[in-house]
């Protein structure tokens, strides 16, 4: 009799045995419908046995074989064990995670809606001009059919944000037709006349970089390239990707933010026309994620290009992974199931023997300190292509009376931007009109009822807006606590900046671009368009705009309230702030005048915006690194956090203070820290505690880990919820 052991998405860390008498070892990896206490639930057959510990007469039947779809190969089952293994998550879990929702349900899976499109015959006689002139996107879809003949969903979405209906209108025109199946992928180098792609010419720097990721492409090696902003560390990536698809492999290519995906994506077709190119995102519907995932299974897609949970993508060919803004803290998961897409990549590029390019202006610590170790090997673009770094200038206001939190230097900088018709950037990193409203009489703020967090002013609906939790409520016509009336907003958002500059500048044409302005599908593309249509002329902008964006005019950057982050109590606050600077002063100069970077700070002599102004990310990185050794932090220390979250903030730290002292008796060289209430204490009306442990071993900490685990885990019920986070970024 065949036993199948099964992973479901349950909070338990077990695999569950059913009979399957017609398993067979490739059904390893693949889907099932199973019965799950009252309910059937999809699972992926992880183990083929012929023994369990539980009673063959206890066992249940397989419903069902969900054989239609791809499901993991052996190498994404090694993945996803590691995975499991390392974070402290369930491995059913984590490989159920791992597929797009499509796969997760019983329903029959859509898999025939892989298709693509294709020029007809009448299409074919067709010319751009024969089209309307105000069939703007028409006519530019029609174009890439007439150059390419074929395109895919993914080609068509990136044309235009209204690129699915001029489609539509074509087929409606017969130039145009829906063909089934996946769109082949470009030729490789061995095929007869391939084309050859060509790029811009490389600068020495980007040559010799090129040169160094290209000495090997057959072996597992982790590099660094470090790249200053506007070095052209996208053109390195470009070329090393060729030479991978030469050779007839895959290629995933990993960026921090959904806003870079469509530009990037863009960018990536505009070098590889011919190649199958797919993304997966969260910005995808269920069909459109499904369809790329399979593609990417089937190796019909050649790149892969995505955001975090795009490291687990099925790829059978892989060559090379590329992480982009591998600093980036999107990269690591928060909730749930809390893994870094960045160091999983690295297991994943390690398991299949292939290369992995992690490129940064302002590397992680962690990252830069394995570089220069030799752990991984460092490769530099110390200069721009084709311009001159930007002038960075700190503002003193100490003792500076600020215009609605503009200092003179900013407004009249601004003013000359705007004689010049150059486009600036004022950044702010804080969404709404006011971080939190005031009574001066009593001092009351406008706190979150279910958080430990002040409730934002937003402009456009005269509401208070939790930025946590999604609560809202009406701004009170008078003072909860003393009646007063005059309640004043405190502090700026990117609102009030954006009414600031409207109201002194009233001929410009400004842009708020920030996660509400951007929040309706295709709406950051638009405003992409506008901005390079030279039709805006300020943007006011949060961490959004700061890294990954090329606009030719912006020539002034102007940062307000910068010294936000040096008041964290969280030791990677410099690091951090270090890097969002060093990214926002990068959108400044990109053409071909020389950018200037305004930074208003109350500590213009900080080490931190010394080394900026000198751009000396090394020196910043190497003191850093001293202060992290000498006071016993990541990298030379490794990390994991117990959070614990409950109606009462004394129920999670009793919970916690028992689950110290159990963890002392398990190894008593790893440190053990007392319990203390979370950062954020209050979220969503539960009340949050954690514990810390750190070890000098890596390996010692994670078997430490997994015997905590499972002590913890003895018990049915629980006073409060518990999760292990290994490696946290947020304390």
């Known amino acids: 009799m065949k036993i199948v052991r099964v992973g479901f998405d349950v909070p338990l860390d077990r695999l569950f045995d059913y009979r399957c008498d017609d398993a067979r070892e490739s059904d390893i990896g693949a889907r099932v419908l199973a019965p799950f206490g009252k309910r059937s639930m999809v699972g992926v ?193 470009l070329r090393t990707i060729d030479a991978v698809l030469k050779k007839g492999r895959q290629a995933l290519l990993l960026v921090p933010e959904i806003s870079l995906t469509p530009q990037l994506e863009a960018t990536v077709r505009g070098r590889f026309p011919d190649t199958k190119i797919v993304s997966l995102h969260s910005g995808l519907n269920d069909t459109e994620r499904l369809n790329h995932w399979i593609a990417a299974q089937s190796g019909a897609a050649r790149i892969v290009l995505g955001t975090r949970l795009a490291v687990f993508a099925p790829l059978p060919e892989l060559g090379l992974i590329v992480v982009d803004e591998e600093h980036d803290a999107s990269f690591k998961q928060n909730e749930g199931f809390r893994y870094s897409a960045r160091d999983l990549a690295v297991v994943r590029a390690r398991q299949r023997g292939v290369p992995i390019v992690l490129g940064s202006a302002t590397p992680a610590l962690e990252t830069y300190h394995n570089a220069v170790g030799k752990r991984y090997a460092l490769v530099r673009l110390p200069t721009r292509v084709n311009n001159t770094p930007p002038r960075i200038v700190c503002i003193n206001t100490r003792d500076v009376r600020l215009d609605n939190g503009f200092a003179p230097p900013l407004l009249t900088a601004l003013r000359e931007r705007l004689a010049r018709r150059e486009q600036s950037l004022v950044f702010i990193n804080r969404r709404g009109y006011s971080p939190v409203l005031m009574c001066h009489d009593c001092g009351w703020l406008s706190g979150c009822h279910r958080c430990s967090a002040k409730l934002v002013l937003h402009a456009h609906d005269r509401r208070l807006h939790c930025h946590h939790c999604g609560y809202q409520s009406k701004v009170p016509m008078a003072c909860p606590d003393c009646g007063n009336a005059d309640l004043s907003p405190l502090g700026q958002g990117t609102q009030r900046i954006e009414a600031t500059l409207a109201e002194r500048f009233p001929q410009a044409r400004i842009l708020r671009i920030d996660r509400d302005s951007t929040r309706a599908r295709g709406a950051w593309s638009g405003m992409r368009d506008r901005i390079e249509a030279r039709e805006v002329d300020i943007l006011v902008g949060t961490q959004i705009l700061a890294k990954g964006h090329d606009f030719a005019n912006l020539s002034l950057v102007c940062v307000v309230n910068a010294d936000n982050l040096l008041y964290s109590t969280d030791f990677r606050a410099p690091e951090r702030l270090y890097a969002l600077l060093t990214q926002v002063a990068g959108r400044a100069g990109r053409g071909v005048t020389q950018g200037d970077v305004l930074i208003q700070t109350e500590f213009p002599t900080h080490p931190l915006y010394a080394a900026l102004r000198d751009q000396d990310t090394a020196r910043f990185a190497d003191d850093l690194l001293k202060e992290r050794r000498s006071a016993g932090f990541p990298p030379f220390q490794y990390q994991a956090l117990l959070r614990a979250e409950a109606p009462q903030l004394d129920t999670a730290i009793q919970w916690l203070t028992r689950a110290a002292e159990r963890a002392r008796e398990i190894d008593d060289a790893v440190m053990v820290y007392d319990p203390v209430p979370a950062g954020m204490m209050r979220l969503a009306g539960r009340e949050r505690a954690q514990l810390l442990v750190q070890s000098s071993s890596r390996n010692r900490l994670q078997r430490f880990l997994a015997a905590w685990r499972d002590a913890l885990s003895e018990k049915k019920a629980s006073a409060a919820r518990w999760s292990i986070d290994v490696d946290p970024l947020e304390f």
């Open 45 to 237: 057959i992880l183990e083929i046995t012929d023994t369990s510990s539980v009673a063959i007469a206890r066992l249940k039947p397989i419903t069902k074989m969900l054989r239609e779809a791809p499901g993991f190969s052996p190498d994404d089952i090694q993945l996803t064990r590691f995975a499991a293994d390392y974070y402290q998550h369930p491995l059913g879990a984590v490989v159920m995670s791992a597929l797009p929702v499509g796969l997760r349900r019983a329903r029959k899976t859509p898999v025939k809606s892989l298709t693509h499109y294709g020029l007809t015959a009448l299409g074919a006689t067709r010319t751009v001009d024969s089209l309307p002139a105000r069939a703007a996107t028409q006519r530019r879809l029609l174009a890439l059919f007439l150059a390419h003949r074929s395109l895919d969903d993914a080609a068509v979405r990136a044309c235009a944000p209204t690129a699915k209906i001029a489609l539509r209108q074509l087929i409606e025109s017969g130039y145009v037709a829906t063909c089934e199946g996946a769109l082949t992928h470009a030729p490789d180098a061995t095929t007869p006349n391939a084309p050859e792609i060509i790029g811009p010419p490389l600068t020495p720097d980007q040559a010799a970089a090129v040169t160094a990721l290209l000495a090997d492409l057959s072996a597992f090696k982790a590099h660094l390239l470090l790249g200053v902003t506007g070095s052209g560390k996208t053109e390195v990536y």
